[in-house]
T-cell receptor, first 112, second 115 residues
Framework: GNSVTQMEGPVTLSEEAFLTINCTYT??????LFWYVQYPGEGLQLLLK?????DKGSNKGFEATYRKETTSFHLEKGSVQVSDSAVYFC???????????FGDGTTLTVKP | GAGVSQSPSNKVTEKGKDVELRCDPI?????LYWYRQSLGQGLEFLIY????????KSGLPSDRFSAERTGGSVSTLTIQRTQQEDSAVYLC?????????????FGSGTQLSVL
């Protein structure tokens, strides 16, 4: 079945540091890939997505590139802010739709 | 409504009691999902409804768990004879048509505590 493996957390960074959160997946066919974010006290919301190989999703300074050859979708941001502190979830949706499969989440704390 | 609505937001119950959790998806969304988020862990898939198709129940952890979706809209997740390990946040999500590239819209969840 489908699976998502995320970089274990928690991750603590200073403001303006570079962020990478690794995500690799196992799936049949060509899934769609997503990053969701859960800010403190809020529900999960979509951060970005990519639906085919070599696509780059981007939003709020975050980027992730769909790498079919390495089955990866790593999340990056060049300069994090305190307001980026949240839990980040990598997810995939199979080509035949149905349920989405989520990683275990990575907690990011950004210190001023 | 504007978003996915879940009720109650918090539920405290005694071990052995039955509980019902409600989800009101975004109007017009045909796909509805239930997930469970235990403390410090990821999202565990429970069940998926898509239109009039038979639901995907492959994630339900035991026969104490069941869910229904009436009229293609509101869904109720029922846990019978609750156990302490059922304590978690239960999340509902919906999407417009169940297509692979659609994002999920999540509710705020129901925090279930079994004493």
């Amino acid at each position: 079945g489908n699976s998502v493996t995320q970089m274990e957390g928690p991750v603590t960074l200073s403001e303006e540091a570079f962020l990478t959160i690794n995500c690799t997946y196992t799936a049949t066919g060509y899934p769609s890939l997503f990053w969701y974010v859960q800010y403190p006290g809020e529900g999960l919301q979509l951060l970005l997505k990519a639906t085919k190989a070599d696509d780059k999703g981007s939003n709020k300074g975050f980027e992730a590139t769909y790498r079919k050859e390495t089955t990866s979708f790593h999340l990056e941001k060049g300069s994090v802010q305190v307001s980026d502190s949240a839990v980040y979830f990598c997810a995939l949706r199979g080509a035949n739709a149905g349920k989405s499969t989520f990683g275990d989440g990575t907690t990011l704390t950004v210190k001023p | 409504g504007a978003g996915v609505s879940q009720s109650p937001s918090n539920k405290v119950t005694e071990k052995g009691k039955d509980v019902e959790l409600r989800c009101d998806p975004i109007s017009g969304h045909t796909a509805l999902y239930w997930y469970r988020q235990s403390l410090g862990q990821g999202l565990e898939f429970l069940i998926y409804f898509q239109g009039n198709s038979a639901p995907d129940k492959s994630g339900l952890p035991s026969d104490r768990f069941s869910a229904e979706r009436t009229g293609g809209s509101v869904s109720t997740l029922t846990i019978q004879r609750t156990q302490q390990e059922d304590s978690a946040v239960y999340l509902c999500a919906s999407s417009p048509a169940g297509s692979p590239d659609e994002k999920l819209f999540f509710g705020s969840g129901t925090q279930l505590s079994v004493l």
